[in-house]
Structures are given as structure tokens and as C-alpha cells.
């Protein structure tokens, strides 16, 4: 069974501080990567995903990822944080095509200090 | 156009009591997916339909239910309610794999308190 993993559980910022939140997944064939974010009081909304071709993808608010295959990695970034960014982030794996079941990460809590 | 409705939004049952989470998705989409988030474990996947055929199910007893109606509406139900069921239960729509974007798109969540 694959599995997502996290690093963090709380991530505390100041604003203008870079960001990257560790994801590693846990599945040898091919794989879809996904990063979904939930602000406070809101429903879950996709950030980015990837599929193939170029590892690193770009989402949206400036947010972007790459795809380490060899380290079965997702990490999450973005250069410069703001406050809006504080929201609860999820990295989530599909295996293949044909299937929405989705192995999410337990979250990573980010709070933006202003 | 209107995004993947759940009803109810909060409700309050005791142990014993059964409950049925209602899903209305995006129009067009016909693949539905639910999912049990808990501070403790996250979100964990219950199970998926298409075409009002179960396609996947995840590791939850047998009290854990539901079914997709052909105009691709969802249900979900919870036989014998446990203190532990007490969660947040998202549904989330998608596009049929003709047009797989991957993506799923997700409601508000019923939220589910056993007392």
C-alpha cells in the first residue's frame, strides 16, 4: 500500500520567508503527485500537480514543486510567504490513471506571521 | 458553475445511531469520492464511485456505506454510530477519465459528531 509522508506538522513563518514542506511518498510504479491547500473555514482547492514531463511544476500564488524520483519526493515551495498563505497544506499521491482514490499526507499547518 | 455540494453541513447523532451524508457534484462530473478527515489521521479515503459502480473502497468496516445515483448524486451512510466516527466527511467530484485532469474537487464537508 502506498503511503505519503509529511515532515512537519507545524511550520511557523514570518512573512517574506521562504518556504518548502517535505513530502515523500512511498510507491515504486508511476505515480501522480498532487498538492492541495485548505484555508481556514474553507474547502480543499488544488495548488499544483504533477503527471510527468518537467519535474518542476508550477501552481498557483507563486507556489511551485519538484519531483525527485530517485528521493520519491514532492517537496512544496515558494520564495517569499505571505499571511494569506496560512492554511493546513496536503501532499497526495494517485498511482496511474483510471482511479480518483488519493493517499494523502497528514498535513503540514502553516501559520504566517505578518 | 457551482461546486460539490454536501448536506447536511453539521449534525449531531449518538452512539447506535445511523447517518446519511448526502453529495451533490459538479455538473458533468461523474466520478465521486469520499473522504474522512480527523485530526489524528487526516484524510483518509472511504471510497470512490463512477457511473454508480463502487469502484475502489478503503480500509473501513462494512458499517461504512454508499451509493451513486444515476444522475451521479451520492450518498454516504454510517450503520451503528461509534464515538470514533466523529468527523469531518468530504466528498469530492471529478471528471470521467475521458478527461482526466487528475484533479479532484471537493465540498465543504459534512461535519459529524457522535455523542
Known amino acids: 500500500a502506498q503511503s505519503v509522508s509529511q515532515h512537519n506538522h507545524h511550520v511557523i513563518l514570518s512573512e517574506a520567508a521562504s518556504l518548502e514542506l517535505g513530502c515523500n511518498y512511498s510507491y515504486g510504479g508511476t505515480v501522480n503527485l498532487f498538492w492541495y491547500v485548505q484555508y481556514p473555514g474553507q474547502h480543499l482547492q488544488l495548488l499544483l500537480k504533477y503527471f510527468s514531463g518537467d519535474p518542476l511544476v508550477k501552481g498557483i500564488k507563486g507556489f511551485e514543486a519538484e519531483f525527485i524520483k530517485s528521493k520519491f519526493s514532492f517537496n512544496l515551495r515558494k520564495p517569499s510567504v505571505q499571511w494569506s498563505d496560512t492554511a493546513e497544506y496536503f501532499c497526495a499521491v494517485r498511482s496511474g490513471a483510471g482511479s480518483y482514490q488519493l493517499t494523502f499526507g497528514k498535513g503540514t499547518k502553516l501559520s504566517v506571521i505578518p | 458553475k457551482a461546486g460539490v455540494t454536501q448536506t447536511p453541513r453539521y449534525l449531531i447523532k449518538t452512539r447506535g445511531q445511523q447517518v446519511t451524508l448526502s453529495c451533490s457534484p459538479i455538473?458533468?462530473?461523474?466520478?465521486v469520492s469520499w473522504y474522512q478527515q480527523t485530526p489524528g489521521q487526516g484524510l483518509q479515503f472511504l471510497f470512490e464511485?463512477?457511473?454508480?459502480?463502487?469502484?475502489n473502497k478503503g480500509n473501513f468496516p462494512g458499517r461504512f456505506s454508499g451509493r451513486q445515483f444515476s444522475n451521479s448524486r451520492s450518498e454516504m451512510n454510517v450503520s451503528t454510530l461509534e464515538l470514533g466516527d466523529s468527523a469531518l466527511y468530504l466528498c469530492?467530484?471529478?471528471?470521467?477519465?475521458?478527461?482526466?485532469?487528475?484533479?479532484?474537487?471537493f465540498g465543504e464537508g459534512s461535519r459529524l459528531t457522535v455523542l
Open positions: 469530492a467530484s471529478s471528471f470521467t477519465p475521458g478527461g482526466d485532469t487528475g484533479e479532484l474537487f
Open positions: 455538473s458533468g462530473h461523474r466520478s
Open positions: 464511485y463512477f457511473s454508480e459502480t463502487q469502484r
